[in-house]
């Protein structure tokens, strides 16, 4: 009986603390849902706003002074009819509910700027004789790039990323205005065809499409200046690739290079290069043909040392390098005269030349390393903007470390960052 007695009190007990943290779940729930419904009430008052605001806009302002017109999160199904207003340039319709834009809604001699990301467009028609030199198109869930492009004959910049295109279409290469074309983040599939098709464009962004290995003739692309190949999986590149002489920014971040390819040196335009997060395990002697190389980013990889030619890099104005096995910055690092920002930070650096000599330093970052001593004069210059030492085994005396403290106050009241 009296184990029964206990049995019956024990159950109680649990069906008590059970339906109290039913109860909990429950409120928490209804305060969850409770949010949301608040949010998307707060998100159709917003809309509502928007959609009032342009369609007052539309109604009352003058047909030759509108030359702007802007409805982002106004619910639109269809463009408004803009047709009277002789002098608009641009017309931003983010993140509506655009489907199917006709060429009546893009009846205009003034138009020359269309940017209608984030809808869920499917069918798209351009008027002849349009005037628009700059189309967006981005996140719109499009497989192909529309086909009544090719009436834009003015058309200088598309920008077509975040969508789910493949392939290339043929009218591309006889469209002879366009110059810039942003395919970042599609399923584009770069081969020897969709190379032929943009042997004009001059600036190429085709990060994030999963490309894992360049075309031969990647190399007729002469008259690129910049080329956008990060968030793919290349590792080396076709012999080709040595002939974009023209090339100015080049960017890999985020690809799986185990070393910087041959190929590249023969760049000698190049202003920027770009090798983040990838598996570099150093730099080549070539590095120093890149004579005109203002911007180098290496950082997240393996590299544990710097070749002597880097110092032959006189215009080198931004060098990122951390997050690598560094050891040490060789003296010569400060004849690099035109540095204005170094990362040097999460290395396992123990010495560093006096990089005060720099005369137009203006960031520079040595956190994380094993640097014992602390750089005196760099933390004594005072038009740097910005300065990192943070995360160091300094050897420091108190006289040292209220001096630091006072350095600090006087940096932060004209408006200097030091970390240290």
């Not at 096995?325 to 003296?331: C, G, K, Q, W």
């Not at 990089?355 to 004594?380: A, G, M, R, T």
Request: contains cysteine.
């Amino acid at each position: 009986m009296k184990n029964t007695s206990i049995f019956f009190l024990f159950f109680f007990l649990v069906s008590v603390l059970f339906a109290q943290q039913q109860s909990v779940r429950n409120a928490s729930n209804t305060k969850q849902v409770s949010l949301m419904a608040i949010w998307q009430k707060a998100q159709e008052q917003r809309t509502m706003q928007n959609r009032i605001y342009v369609d007052s806009l539309l109604a009352f302002t003058p047909v030759d002074s509108l030359k702007n017109l802007i409805i982002n999160d106004a619910a639109y199904k269809k463009l408004p009819d803009i047709s009277r207003f002789s002098q608009i340039t641009l017309i931003d319709a983010s993140n509506n509910r655009l489907k199917c834009i006709s060429r009546r809604a893009l009846q205009s001699d003034s138009l020359e700027t269309l940017i209608l990301s984030g809808n869920n467009i499917k069918h798209i028609h351009f008027p002849r004789h349009s005037k628009i030199t700059t189309l967006t198109l981005e996140n719109n869930n499009l497989k192909r790039i529309p086909y009544s492009l090719r009436r834009l004959k003015n058309l200088k910049r598309l920008k077509i990323n975040h969508n789910k295109i493949r392939r290339i279409p043929h009218f591309i290469v006889n469209m002879d205005s366009i110059i810039e074309i942003d395919l970042n983040n599609n399923r584009l599939r770069l081969n020897k065809q969709a190379t032929r098709r943009l042997v004009n464009i001059k600036i190429l962004l085709v990060g994030a499409n999963n490309i894992k290995k360049l075309p031969e003739n990647i190399g007729d692309l002469k008259e690129l200046k910049m080329l956008n190949l990060g968030k793919n999986h290349i590792n080396s590149l076709p012999t080709s690739f040595a002939s974009l002489t023209q090339i100015e920014t080049l960017i890999f971040y985020k690809n799986d290079f185990t070393h910087i390819p041959k190929e590249i040196f023969s760049l000698t335009k190049l202003k920027e290069l770009d090798f983040y997060y990838n598996k570099l395990n150093k730099i080549p002697y070539d590095i120093g043909k890149l004579k005109n190389l203002q911007q180098l980013f290496l950082s997240y990889n393996k590299i544990k040392l710097l070749p002597n030619t880097l110092r032959m890099l006189h215009k080198l104005r931004y060098l990122y390098i951390h997050h690598n096995r560094l050891l040490m910055i060789p003296d010569w690092f400060a004849s690099l005269t035109k540095l204005e920002r170094i990362g040097l930070s999460h290395n396992h650096i123990i010495t560093i030349p006096d990089l005060s000599v720099l005369p137009i330093l203006k960031e520079v970052d040595l956190s994380f390393n094993n640097i014992e001593y602390l750089p005196w004069q760099l933390i004594l210059r005072n038009y740097l903007q910005s300065l990192n030492i943070r995360g160091n085994p300094f050897i420091m005396t108190k006289s040292d470390k209220e001096q630091l403290k006072k350095i600090d106050m006087e940096k932060q009241s004209i408006g200097q960052i030091f970390y240290y």
